[in-house]
């Protein structure tokens, strides 16, 4: 008995063709359609194994839907006077309504079950005028090319200048500590001064000259230990403030 007609739709229907060059893995696609309204088997076989890597090979197609396979040539050494004797066949077959494993069906399948479509490989070299074209192509991208190439070589440099995570905590964290320490010194120095004037109120005007004068000297030797303090810590703190500015820029 006759075997049937293949039930699948090949896009492409006769003819596989890669494109070089070939140092490189060449990939073509092949769309299976199953129009019909049973669940349909598949595999796709060929004559040279150890030249093509076909995703998937096999599996099932459900009714009214497709598959993409991708066939990918391995790189070779081309011969343009050589022609590729290379095939694949695409062998269905309707996927019975009990079906579990699908080997088994495939092993106990009837010849009169089996479908096939046979395809040839042509392999394609291109062409002079698309290389004059892609070079031309080439040159007129090279500068928006280049100018991307730079954004990605100074992004990493830029990314290695800039301290990591922790140190940055670090120093926000020194920074908090500076500005209480900042605010306390203030608070510190306000009510030493709110104590001086009240001591100087006390102060009768009976006070001997001597006493008065050791009392201003001694608050006033104070207030410019503070001040000198608190100038210091307050040009620290912008001098680290500028530097995390600079970092987070």
Sequence with gaps: MARQEQVLVLEPQHELKFRGPFTDVVTA????TNPTDRNVCFKVKTTAPRRYCVRPNSGIIDAGGFINVSVMLQPFDYDPNEKSKHKFMVQSMLAPFDMVDMEGVWKEAKPEELMDSKLRCAFEMPLENDKTHENVSNQTVSPSASSV????SVLPKSASASLDDAEVKK?????????????????????????????????????????SSSTMVTSSMRDEGLSTRLLALCVLFFVIGVIVGKLAL
Excluded: F, W, Y
């Design 149 to 152: 190439k730079t954004e990605h």
């Design 29 to 32: 696609t092949l769309k299976l």
């Design 171 to 211: 120093i926000m964290e020194e920074c908090k500590r500076l500005q209480m320490e900042v605010q306390r010194l203030r608070e510190e120095n306000k009510q030493i001064r709110e104590d001086d004037g009240l001591r100087k109120r006390k102060v009768t005007s009976m006070a001997a000259p001597h006493s």
